[in-house]
């Protein structure tokens, strides 16, 4: 298993690309089980969980190939339902084929994907929506099976407990083939949901409202193919925000608009941060001394969980004390003990870190296990004194495309280096 090695104390300067959104991608690859033909999808970012959703959707009966960022995916029509414990398990977000495959087949097998290194992420909210439109949920075997005994789901009014991601996702997607009318109510408001509507209604799809809390989706008979671009990865930029914020740096964040950032863009600017729009892009100029702030993660439009782990470091590194405190996982506070390896002051109470400043973070060898937290190890090696090794590169993988080769031009020292655990 690869690691990275990084010499911390340059400051990054320069124009930074961002990719295509993860988060964003997976969702709108499912989509394609959704109807025959062949789909096109561009600006796909070149991600381990990408080619899992490949490999996946392959196993589905959907031929997918990447190339260049570019993903083809042909559906002849042969779905298979059943998606295996074995890719599943890589991945949670491989629960996105379940709502499609329900529209498309009436029935789904899909292996449930298991406790997560961030917390147990039940997925009850898909259930009960499937079953309020008419499919019958059981759990056998480590599998959730849903059939739907006359054939086709039906439309239905369905309150989500909370705003969940990939629960609105999901029952968005079951809902389009059904039979008519859903309305979701207190969905997840994230821009990738939005997105994927887009990218559905593109197909033929009717759904109004996605972006806001409640989405009415009136089912159709059939959805054709798609060409489609994703939007760009709202969490790489905001890491790579962080990574200028944090090295007084001056970066230019391009491809991205302040929009889907405003959460992010306020904590940095509290932060002491200059952020500015500049051309298609965002720039961002780091300077000392960082303030302390305090974050509360929330759904969008709130400041995003998979923000805390990076904003985190920089408040490592604040003078004075910040409370940042997790409420959408239970256990997100896995690169806290790491940070304090390299000389971090971060103590946890319940939901709340509470982190004192320090004048500086040291080197050291490190590892995460979630891919946020690693980015969070990545910036703290950016800054810290002396030579950082983050071990399990495997998860930085799973959602930056090559992130080293990205932070190189920008001025920072960081290498992979292959073979290491
Ligand atoms: C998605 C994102 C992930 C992000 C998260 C929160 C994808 C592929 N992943 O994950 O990067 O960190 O949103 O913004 O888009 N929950 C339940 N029951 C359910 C569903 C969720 O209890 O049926 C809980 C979860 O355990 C969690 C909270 O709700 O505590 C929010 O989870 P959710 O929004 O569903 O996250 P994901 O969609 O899994």
């Known amino acids: ?18 990719s295509g959104a993860k988060n964003a991608a997976l969702p709108i690859m499912t989509a394609a089980l959704l109807a025959d033909g062949e789909h096109v999808f ?58 499609p495959l329900v529209a498309r087949c009436g029935r789904a097998m899909v292996s449930l994907p298991g406790g997560c290194a961030i917390g147990a992420r039940p997925i009850d909210q898909h259930l009960k929506g499937l079953s309020a439109m008419g499919g019958r949920v059981e759990l056998r075997h480590g599998y959730v099976e849903v059939t739907v005994p006359r054939g086709r789901l039906r439309g239905a009014d369905i309150t989500f407990d909370f705003p969940t991601h990939t629960g609105t996702e999901n029952l968005m997607c079951a809902a389009v083939l059904a039979q008519g009318r859903t309305t979701l109510v207190n969905c997840a408001r994230e821009p990738e949901v939005e997105e994927l509507a887009r990218v559905l209604n593109k197909m033929g799809a009717r759904i109004e409202g ?40 001056d970066m230019l964040v391009d491809g991205i608009g302040f929009e889907p950032l405003e959460a992010v863009i306020a904590k940095l600017r509290e ?57 959408v996982f239970e256990n997100r506070f896995m690169h806290v003990s790491e940070l304090n390896r390299m000389g971090a002051d971060i103590e946890i109470n319940g939901r709340t870190a509470v982190v004192r400043g320090v004048d500086k973070l040291e080197g050291a060898e490190v590892m995460a296990t979630d891919l946020r937290a690693s980015a969070s190890l990545v910036l703290a090696g950016l800054v810290a004194e002396g030579t950082t090794h983050v071990r399990r590169v495997y998860h930085l993988d799973r959602g930056y495309e090559q992130i080293e080769k990205k932070l190189a031009p920008l001025g920072a020292r960081i290498k992979r280096v292959a073979g290491n655990a």
């Open 1 to 18: 298993m690869d690691s990275l090695e990084i010499i911390g104390g340059n400051r990054l300067v320069g124009t930074v690309p961002i």
């Open 42 to 99: 561009r600006n796909v970012p070149d991600l381990r969980d990408v080619h899992t959703m490949t490999r996946l959707l392959g196993r589905l009966g959907v031929q997918a190939v990447y190339r260049d960022g570019e993903v083809q995916m042909t559906s002849f029509g042969d779905i298979q339902p059943t998606a295996p414990y074995d890719l599943v398990k890589q991945m949670r977000a491989s629960v996105l084929v379940l709502g």
């Open 210 to 249: 996605a972006g806001t809390s409640v989405i009415s989706i009136e089912g159709v008979e059939s959805l054709h193919p798609v060409d489609h671009a994703i939007m760009p990865d709202r969490i790489e930029a905001g890491t790579f925000m962080v990574a200028s914020a944090a090295t007084e740096g």
């Open 271 to 327: 932060a002491g941060a200059g952020i500015e729009r500049e051309g298609g892009g965002i720039r961002v100029v780091g300077s000392r001394p960082i303030r302390p702030t305090d974050v509360i993660t929330q759904p969008h439009p709130g400041f995003p969980t998979d923000m805390q782990a990076q904003l985190m470091m920089l408040m490592c590194l604040a003078k004075g004390t910040s409370r940042i405190t997790e409420t």
